[in-house]
């Protein structure tokens, strides 16, 4: 008895091994990201940009959200405090995120309370509507990360 029960246990785990290695070898699923960055600390936003790029760089599909001071990332003329230790700035790391398939949006409220218009903003951001905002937040297929 206790032999057919070892060989049936032996079998079993030549039966699940392949299956046990290929989810093993699987990396993160692909993901729909929103990354909602109001911050105005060059070392948040720069941490916010670090980890939108590398999301990106795994497969993840990125949309950015920027509120507030962070709206400032977004614009074409944006120059920003250079963070080490690679000496690039937050700006320039949205500008990496969208050339790697990220997008961008403004919130719906930065444009109207600051003194920039939308020719201002770098080409392919776009200003955020609340509908498909509120929509894409309550997906629950969507990944919302907060800075």
């Known amino acids: 008895m206790k032999t057919t029960i070892r060989k049936l246990m032996i079998a079993a785990l030549f039966v699940a091994a392949p299956f046990s290695l290929q989810a093993e070898n699987h990396g993160p699923e692909v993901e729909d990201v929103l ?7 060059p070392q948040t936003q720069g941490m916010a940009m670090v980890l939108s790029n590398t999301m990106a760089k795994q ?3 990125v949309d950015v959200l ?9 614009l074409r003329h944006y120059e920003g ?12 790391m949205l500008r990496s995120l969208l050339k790697k398939g990220g997008s961008a949006q403004v919130c719906a409220l930065y444009l109207p309370n ?4 939308k020719t201002d903003l770098l080409d392919g951001v776009a200003v955020a509507m609340p509908d498909g905002m509120s929509g894409q937040m309550l997906d629950s297929n969507v990944r919302v990360f907060t800075f």
């Open 35 to 41: 990354v909602i960055l109001s911050s105005d600390s």
């Open 59 to 61: 497969g993840a599909d």
């Open 66 to 74: 920027l509120c507030d001071q962070a709206g400032d990332l977004a």
């Open 81 to 92: 405090e250079a963070l080490n230790p690679k000496g690039i700035t937050p700006g320039q």
């Open 114 to 117: 600051s003194h920039h218009q």
